[in-house]
């Protein structure tokens, strides 16, 4: 399968970017999705999960409340809503498929193995 991720830009703090990720090539609904994130000069952290159905959702405690992950199988995409973006927010965001056979929303970085392109996310303070 093949991702895409796009919608990144440049925001102000307490502003809000909606990130989008768009499959190709594959059976969507057979893929839990993952939103990854890495920083300047940090690794690629965990930040949002959903699973194959959309049942199940996980977040990074850095971002509960405040970012919220969704999928609609029917267009092949996966959606990350942030609000209330914060300057810690800035970073390129990743997303990632991992072929599932469970309702798990997985959350380690290993277990994805496909990745779109990342789309650069800035929060200015």
């Known amino acids: 399968v093949q991702l895409q991720a796009s919608g990144g830009g440049l925001v102000q703090a307490g502003g809000s970017l909606r990130l989008s990720c768009a499959a190709s090539?594959?059976?969507?609904?057979?893929?839990?999705v993952g939103w990854f994130r890495q920083p300047p000069g940090k690794e690629r952290e965990f930040v949002a999960a959903i699973s194959r159905s959309g049942g199940n959702t996980n977040y990074a405690d850095s971002v509960k409340g405040r970012f919220t992950i969704s999928r609609d199988n029917a267009k092949s995409t996966v959606a990350l809503q942030m609000n209330s973006l914060k300057p810690e927010d800035t970073a390129v965001y990743y997303c990632?498929?991992?072929?599932?056979?469970?309702?798990?929303?997985?959350?380690?970085?290993?277990?994805?193995?496909?990745w779109g392109q990342g789309t650069q996310v800035t929060v200015s303070s």
């Open positions: 090539g594959g059976t969507f609904s057979g893929y839990g």
């Open positions: 990632a498929a991992r072929p599932a056979y469970s309702t798990y929303a997985g959350t380690g970085l290993l277990e994805y193995k496909y």
